[in-house]
């Protein structure tokens, strides 16, 4: 067996060290293909940031998912949801983050998040074309109180933007929810915000037959949704035939997701997504 001097081990040694180091500090920075505007409202300018897979074209017709940002309905950005949108992007799927009004940026109450999530949902379907996206395969998913506007999306029938289309449908065709706030009922995640009219802002008071696929991921020590709160969603949901998958992750806190079990939950959406033929395939090997 071949000896390296002392000096030169210690060399590599230190050299593997200080990679570590510098590499676990480090971020990826991830970037969209290209931001767009959906919504102009009052001085808010709303931007779809859009991630593509390799060799997109708009002549494409592609599954999308839409990722709504949490923050409470009060604050946040669309880059919270980049680096999942990135992995979605390099598995077939076109990614979106939208941008919506918070209470801290635009002094909006969480009915305007609803009206914007209703939004960019509609405007995906009517520049479908253009996108390279199948307009009928569009998932909508989000991260505690974005979780709440994708389900929102699907199961509201009020809040709707005033002049809007509402002929174009702002259902999404599957949700993905990373620890959602989706009972909003007395007792339920931000009931003060909307005791006014919580009965038809709450998705689990909402739920009815034709609720699309869902995707429900929640840590077991989150102390804004207990465990009970999606256990109920998922029975409501199968009480109307609907479908609803249920992830429990033991001992997690609220947005795990993007934490200690940031690849547990990507590797979930991507069986649930292929389960639904919106990606093909085993992810690959080493991702997320």
Known sequence: MKKYPAKNIFKLL??????????????????????VTYKQIG????????????????????????????????????????????YLASRGMVAI?????????????????VKDGKSAIRWLRVH?????????????????????????TATLDGFNEEGEDTSVSCRPDALI????????????????????????FSPMNNLRKGVPPTLVMLGT???????????????????????CDLRLYEGEPHGFFSKSKYRET???????????GYLKGEPPPGRP
């Open 128 to 152: 479908a074309a253009e996108l390279g996206i199948d307009p009928e395969k569009i998932a909508a998913g989000g991260c505690s109180a974005g979780g709440h506007i994708a389900a929102a």
């Open 177 to 200: 929810l990373f620890n959602p706030v989706f009972d909003n009922g007395p007792g339920g995640y931000g009931y003060g915000q909307v005791k006014d009219y919580w009965r038809e």
């Open 97 to 113: 983050c939208a941008d919506y009004r918070t209470a801290n940026r635009n002094e909006t109450s969480p009915k305007e998040c």
């Open 43 to 86: 001085d808010a300018d709303l931007m779809l940031h859009i991630f593509t897979p390799p060799g997109h074209k708009p002549t494409d017709k592609t599954p999308a998912i839409i990722l709504f940002f949490g923050g409470g309905w009060q604050t946040g950005a669309p880059t919270t949801l980049y680096s999942q949108s990135e």
């Open 14 to 35: 230190f050299l593997v060290a200080t990679f570590s180091a510098f590499s676990s500090r480090a971020e990826i920075v991830y970037k969209p293909f290209k931001l």
């Open 266 to 276: 990507l590797l979930d959406t991507d069986r649930f997504l292929v389960s639904l």
């Open 221 to 243: 020590a989150d102390k804004f949704i207990p465990v009970a709160t999606a256990q109920k969603y998922k029975t409501l949901m199968e009480q109307v035939d609907g479908r």
